[in-house]
């Protein structure tokens, strides 16, 4: 998978200014937009370090079923006496005498849970279409991919990246929906904390700045192990809003 290269990132964010944005520089909304940028930067990338991990977890899950798996054909073998020339090497499951298993039949080499796989290529390709800005096909996605994968372990994250889509759009009615949906269903997932944060900014964004403190005011209690980033952004949120 093409990986999202930090030092692009960055220069997209600080790349220089042209002249009219120059004369402007002091301008606090500019800083601001700016600032939401280099953020917005920031968690994509997380998001695609997230997605790597899962399928690290996933392929190293593959080779611990195909070892499992050998190590029981080799041992039918030697019982079954399949090491004689040209004997038919029993299948697993295949002889009478055959031991059950805790974990139940060894599956087939290289035969990787069909939805499962299916599942992350669905949320992989969700994922590409939102980092090339193509926001309606991203929503489409990360939409189905939840639908069909309720319980997977990304389901919190697609759930997150769902209300990005209408973030960046500016759709913060349905955006506020899928955050609060992301909290709510997988308050305890990865990116729990990330739909909580940004439940509140969009709830600042559609002027209910006393629901948005209530929220921020819910972070760390739900939270304590957030990350210094994600506390650094409540207290500004809390700031821009005048939360007391």
């Known amino acids: ?18 002249a009219a944005a120059a ?10 937009d700016r600032l939401n940028q280099l953020q917005q930067t920031l968690t994509m990338m997380t998001g695609q ?16 079923k195909m070892q499992a798996d050998y190590e029981y054909r080799i041992d039918q073998l030697e019982k079954g006496g399949g090491g004689k020339p040209g004997g038919a090497a029993p299948r697993p499951g ?15 080499p290289g035969a990787a849970p069909g939805g499962a796989a299916a599942g992350d290529q669905l949320y992989d390709e969700a994922f590409k279409k939102l980092q090339e800005g193509d926001y309606a ?17 990304l389901a919190g994250n697609a759930q997150y990246w769902l209300g990005e889509t209408y973030y960046a759009r500016r759709d913060y009615n349905n955006a506020l929906t899928a955050f609060a949906e992301g909290y709510k269903v997988y308050k305890t997932s990865p990116k729990g904390p990330d739909n909580l944060l940004k439940l509140g900014i969009t709830m600042s964004n559609l002027g209910r700045k006393s629901d948005a403190c209530a929220v921020f005011a819910r972070f760390n209690q739900d939270y304590p192990r957030a990350t210094d980033l994600q506390k650094r952004r409540i ?10």
């Open 23 to 32: 004369q402007r520089g002091g301008d606090s909304v500019y800083i601001e």
């Open 49 to 64: 370090i997230e997605q790597l991990q899962h399928r690290n977890a996933t392929l190293m899950q593959q080779m611990e």
């Open 137 to 153: 096909a991203a929503e489409r996605g990360f939409k189905t991919f939840v639908q069909r994968n309720p319980q997977n372990k």
């Open 94 to 108: 295949g002889l009478a005498a055959a031991p059950a298993t805790p974990s139940g039949p060894a599956p087939t």
């Open 235 to 244: 207290d500004q949120e809390r700031q821009k809003n005048s939360c007391g």
């Open 1 to 18: 998978m093409k990986i999202f290269s930090p030092w692009f990132a960055l220069l997209v964010v600080f790349a220089l200014p042209t």
